[in-house]
């Protein structure tokens, strides 16, 4: 036998070996298609059911920010019994903002009970170009502050309770100033307090039967 024979006959039983393995994976890949529509009802649906379907949850437009968290102590007949109080601020950061206080044995449930609370008691801020419309001063308890209004780009000058009380009512421009009593509890209703006596320039106008033009010249 000559050499292009032999090299002519190698050929061939490659092309057949191919030709065979490729038959072979048609076979399988049938006989695969063929279980997959045998297999049970239920079988298929939880096939289908892998499949990642879920939706994104819209957010909410309320958020709520822990200022404090302190363990209360209170005297009974039989010892002492422990708590735990959580202040807690919440607010939607367009013009609306609330403070809750709440207690209970756990922490956890102590901040639910105050972002409750806190929804209870909403105020409507009335906002002027991010800031406040005028200079105010808010009270509670031995706590005092003042609050004016800022020029745009100053930001959030305050600290403590003051600042979430803000942020989350939606000012952006604004400066503060704590003043008497360090609890984040009392600044925090100061600072409410303040809020809650903002009058707009147009409301008070009309209440005096003035024109802006008049009232403010």
């Known amino acids: 036998m000559s050499e292009e024979e032999k090299i002519t006959e190698e050929v061939a039983e490659e ?3 191919a030709e065979t393995a490729e038959t072979e994976e048609d076979i399988t890949e049938e006989v695969a298609e063929e279980v997959v529509t045998k297999l049970p009802a239920k079988k298929q649906r939880n096939r289908k059911k892998n499949v990642d379907t879920s939706e994104a949850k819209p957010e909410s437009e309320w958020k709520e920010q822990v200022v404090q968290i302190s363990r209360v102590t209170k005297v009974v007949k039989g010892g002492k019994k422990l708590s735990f109080r959580a202040v807690v601020i919440v607010g939607n950061m367009k013009g609306q903002v609330g403070v809750g206080c709440a207690k209970a044995a756990e922490v956890i449930i102590a901040i639910q ?3 409750a609370d806190g929804r209870k008691n909403l105020i409507t801020v009335p906002i002027f170009k991010t800031t406040i419309p005028h200079p105010i001063v808010g ?5 005092k502050v003042m609050l004016r209004p800022a020029s745009q780009g100053t930001g959030i000058i305050a600290g403590g309770a003051v600042r979430p009380v803000l942020e989350l009512a939606g000012i952006e421009n604004i400066l503060t100033k704590s003043q008497g009593s360090k609890s984040p509890l009392n600044a ?7 809020l809650k006596s903002l009058r707009m320039f147009s409301d008070v106008a009309k209440k005096r039967g003035l024109t802006m033009a008049e009232l403010l010249n």
């Open 15 to 17: 092309t057949t070996s």
């Open 113 to 115: 009970k105050a972002i």
């Open 188 to 194: 925090a209703y100061a600072t409410m307090d303040a």
């Open 139 to 143: 009270r509670s308890g031995a706590g």
